[in-house]
């Protein structure tokens, strides 16, 4: 069931994106020179020599700086990128001039495919953020299988902008105070229009995911980048959840240089360096992606051994068209690995309800102080037509929601494979 809203307009997305004017690319490029972070920023372009439009530039996604870095590296050449709805939002004519083509998360868009193929035919760049999220944590996200057979389908070169210092400059979970950390981008050709005709889907997947691998962490080591703020670590248990000393889930604070326990009282300091050092007794993660991929294994084991689930009372905001959100009220959102997400509500005078199957969604977009609507955190959940940013009750619980998508999905991919051999 759909949300009554009696005369409710839909953005529409199947429509082909118009070629980005030139007078457009050189005011992009200037806007984005002018706006720069007063940090030392480069850019190095690696095995581009004589590559000229049309190319595939895939681009890893740490924060608003890369769509920065991205204009400043592609010009003078024109681009069209895939764009969220939420980006264009109250300014749907200034993405449409650019170019841009609007797509909602996580959702199977048919027109997608062809929008990209329009673009590439008319010569140009065709720019996208296949991790379709901003790093939580300083590592790749999830890439989808469906990429390999884009770009297979379409023939042309693949670019790979690879950016160093975004995720540290601007953490996810904390974009309100950046840090002072240079930039560094690598624009690579990874793949030429002949090694794609050759290639199969899955050799084109494996080098995309080589190619787009990174560690943020990792690289502040490598680069001795010493991260002095005194509020360096504060928000960081918006994404690192759950206590390694006591198990407690949710009771994480952070302050500060320190993340600590509610319920145990464990404390950890955020070194200049990027590691984390207990204050007391063990340090069970040093390297802070470590404590990140052990709550993502605890949460396989949850639904492995289903106990895990889901449900909450939620304020909801939608957003059918561009130039506002719609207050929906509350409503329930429940999930778990048989339904996926569902999320049931009344809307003038009328119940509504939305459901995502497990196997739909390969991910789920999360917001941290969500800056569109109020600044908590909440889901989005998105279906074709339509997106709900759902506002839990419950604190710091959307972390363990992505996770809780991903393993899902992972799970329930593998037994359909393994249905379809038999």
Not at 40 to 53: F, H, S
Not at 305 to 334: H, I, Q, W
Request: aromatic share 12%; net charge positive; hydrophobic share 35%.
């Amino acid at each position: 069931m759909e949300v009554n809203y009696k005369k409710k307009k839909y953005y529409k997305t199947s429509k082909f994106p118009i070629r980005q004017p030139r007078i457009m690319t050189f005011l992009l490029y200037a806007l984005c020179k002018l706006t720069m972070p007063r940090v030392p920023y480069r850019v190095e372009k690696i095995n581009m020599e004589g590559l000229k439009p049309p190319y595939i530039l895939l681009s890893n996604h740490m924060y608003f700086v890369d769509f920065k870095l991205s204009a400043l590296a592609t010009f003078p050449h024109r681009v069209n990128n895939v764009a969220t709805i939420d980006g264009y939002y109250r300014r749907p004519w200034i993405m449409e001039l650019l170019g841009c083509i609007c797509k909602r998360k996580f959702t199977n868009d048919l027109h997608l495919i062809k929008s990209i193929r329009h673009v590439l035919k008319k010569g140009d760049i065709l720019c996208m953020y296949p991790e379709a999220r901003y790093s939580p944590i300083g590592t790749t996200a999830i890439l989808p299988d469906s990429l390999g057979k884009l770009i297979k389908l379409n023939k042309v070169p693949v670019v790979v902008l690879l950016h160093h210092g975004n995720y540290l400059h601007t953490p996810f979970w904390n974009y309100r105070k950046p840090r002072r950390v240079p930039l560094y981008t690598t624009m690579t050709q990874i793949l030429s229009a002949e090694d794609v005709e050759k290639m199969s889907v899955d050799e084109i997947n494996n080098a995309v995911r080589s190619a787009m691998a990174y560690d943020e962490y990792k690289w502040q080591k490598e680069q001795n980048i010493e991260i002095t703020e005194d509020f360096r670590a504060e928000g960081l248990h918006k994404v690192l959840y759950q206590c390694p000393a006591c198990g407690k889930e949710h009771v994480m604070r952070s302050e500060n240089s320190e993340i600590f326990c509610l319920e145990c009282g464990k404390r950890w300091n955020l070194n200049t360096d990027g590691s984390l050092a207990a204050l007391a007794g063990e340090t069970e993660f040093s390297h802070i992606p470590d404590w990140y991929e052990w709550q993502r294994a605890q949460v396989r084991k949850q639904i492995e051994n289903g106990t895990y689930s889901f449900s909450d009372e939620v304020e909801v905001y939608s957003l059918p068209a561009c130039m506002r959100f719609n207050d929906l009220g509350k409503a329930k959102l429940t999930h778990d690995s048989e339904n996926g997400f569902v999320l049931e509500g009344t809307y003038n005078g009328a119940p509504y309800r939305i459901q995502r199957k497990p196997h739909e969604m390969y991910g789920v977009h999360i917001e941290y102080d969500y800056c569109y609507i109020k600044p908590f955190d909440c889901i989005d959940i998105s279906t074709e037509k339509d997106s709900f940013y759902c506002y839990p009750s419950l604190e710091n619980v959307i972390t363990k929601l992505s996770l809780a998508t991903e393993e899902i999905f992972k799970i329930q991919s593998k037994k359909i494979a393994e249905a379809k051999k038999k």
